[in-house]
């Protein structure tokens, strides 16, 4: 809490992007473009396009689930990968 004061039990995802939208509107951007969930989405996506690999990632983005966080991943290929170069 403010008062640096540690519970037991963890935030809920819910409280994790409503801080996370309080600071962002603090800094004057738009909150209606960020979300906890984008972070999280976005940090998987760009770990993608870096070559590193999944499991590396997914220990810090505390993903459980493999063919949830692959998603990203094969998201990351499909715009970066050969084939995607033919299209531009």
């Known amino acids: 809490d403010r ?5 037991r039990r963890a935030l809920t995802p819910q409280a994790v992007n409503m801080i996370l939208k309080r600071r962002a509107a603090a ?3 738009d909150t209606q473009l960020i ?18 690999p ?19 991943y094969n998201d990351a290929e499909r715009q970066l990968g050969r084939a995607a170069r033919l299209i531009v």
């Not at 979300?35 to 590193?52: K, N, V, W």
């Not at 999944?54 to 990203?72: D, F, G, K, W």
């Open 3 to 7: 008062w640096g004061n540690l519970e």
């Open 27 to 29: 800094a004057g951007l």
């Open 35 to 52: 979300s906890a969930h984008g972070l999280r989405a976005g940090y998987l996506t760009e770990t993608a396009r870096r070559g590193i």
């Open 54 to 72: 999944l499991v590396e990632a997914m220990q810090q983005s505390q993903h459980r689930s493999i063919s949830q966080a692959s998603r990203y």
